[in-house]
Structure formats: structure tokens, C-alpha cells
T-cell receptor
């Protein structure tokens, strides 16, 4: 079955540094991968989508890479701020033609001022 | 648009009671998803609908769980009878493939506590 792995340990970095989060998956070749942000007590919020034929996607201070050979996506936040502190989830489409997503367990990011 | 609306936001009940969670998706979205989130298991898909029709309910844990979508603007998730292990945050999400591929828009969630 499809498996998604995200670093379960919290990532602590200093303000202004670049945060890099990892998402690894097995047993599947997704058509795309999505990243969501979740704050405590709230639902996940969509950030970025990257397709299998795209190597990199950017949005303001966010950058996502997608390596289908390594079965890995990296999520970068440059010039991180304390307001970036949250849990970040990656998600894959479950199957061609189906619209449901499988979510990773998320990585908690803490940006220290 | 107000986004996905869920009610109640918090529910505390006793074991054996019936619990009904409600969701109003974003207008115009044709997909609706129910998830459950716990520390141990993360975010799990329970069931999803397309145009009010259940497509995949393989994530529904037991027959105690049931979901309906009587129209495009309303869905319910019912647990009867509830058990302490059902305690979790339940999220509803909606999407429209035509508008935004498979981006899902989540509601604020219902925190369920079964005593």
C-alpha cells in the first residue's frame, strides 16, 4: 500500500534561516504532490501543488521540488519567520482517476525569533 | 465565500450515545471529503462523495460510522453508538477538480470527545 513519510521530529530553526522539510513516498507514482500548512486547532490550508513533470515550483518564500526517481519532495521556506511556525503536511493523489488524497503525518516547524 | 463550515466545533458525549457531525461545503464544489485526525494515526480519509454520491467509504472504520450527502450543500457523519476510541478531530473538506485541480479546502474541524 502507499506510504508517505515525513520527519516526525520537530524542526527548530532560527528566524531568517531556510527551513527544509522532506516528504518521501513508496509504492506509488503520483501524478502530483501537494503541501498543506496546519496551525493548532485549525484545518489544513493548501500551499502548493507540483506535478510529476515539474521539477520545482515557487510561491513567494516557498519552494517545492519533486524528484520522482528518488520518490521525494522537498519543501523550503526561505527567510523564515516566527509566523511560519506550524505543521506542514504533504499529500499525494491516491490513484489515477480518483480525487482523494493520502496525507503524511506532518512535520512541525518551530521558528525561533 | 465563507469557506467550509462545520458544526459543532466541539462535542463531548458519553459512550453509547449517537453523534452527528455536520458539514456545508464551498458552493460549487462537487467533491466532499470526511477525515479523522489523531496524534497516533494522523489525517485519515473516511469517505468521499462526488456530486452527492459516495465514491469510496473504505476508510470508514466500522458499521457504527455512516455518512450521507442529501444535497450539494450539506453532509453528515454519524457515529452510533459512539466509543471512547472515536475521540478525534473530524474534518470536512471540499474541492472542485475543474476549478482548482484536487486542492482541498478544509473546514475548522469538530473536536469529538467520547467519555
Amino acid at each position: 500500500s502507499q506510504k508517505i513519510e515525513q520527519n516526525s521530529e520537530a524542526l527548530n530553526i532560527q528566524e531568517g534561516k531556510t527551513a527544509t522539510l522532506t516528504c518521501n513516498y513508496t509504492n506509488y507514482s503520483p501524478a502530483y504532490l501537494q503541501w498543506y500548512r496546519q496551525d493548532p486547532g485549525r484545518g489544513p490550508v493548501f500551499l502548493l501543488l507540483i506535478r510529476e513533470n515539474e521539477k520545482e515550483k515557487r510561491k513567494e518564500r516557498l519552494k517545492v521540488t519533486f524528484d520522482t526517481t528518488l520518490k521525494q519532495s522537498l519543501f523550503h521556506i526561505t527567510a523564515s519567520q516566527p509566523a511560519d511556525s506550524a505543521t506542514y503536511l504533504c499529500a499525494l493523489d491516491m490513484d489515477t482517476g480518483r480525487r482523494a488524497l493520502t496525507f503524511g503525518s506532518g512535520t512541525r516547524l518551530q521558528v525561533q525569533p | 465565500d465563507a469557506g467550509v463550515i462545520q458544526s459543532p466545533r466541539h462535542e463531548v458525549t458519553e459512550m453509547g450515545q449517537e453523534v452527528t457531525l455536520r458539514c456545508k461545503p464551498i458552493s460549487g464544489h462537487d467533491y466532499l471529503f470526511w477525515y479523522r485526525q489523531t496524534m497516533m494515526r494522523g489525517l485519515e480519509l473516511l469517505i468521499y462523495f462526488n456530486n452527492n454520491v459516495p465514491i469510496d467509504d473504505s476508510g470508514m472504520p466500522e458499521d457504527r460510522f455512516s455518512a450521507k450527502m442529501p444535497n450539494a450543500s450539506f453532509s453528515t457523519l454519524k457515529i452510533q453508538p459512539s466509543e471512547p476510541r472515536d475521540s478525534a478531530v473530524y474534518f470536512c473538506a471540499s474541492s472542485s477538480f475543474l476549478i482548482s485541480t484536487d486542492t482541498q479546502y478544509f473546514g475548522p474541524g469538530t473536536r469529538l470527545t467520547v467519555l
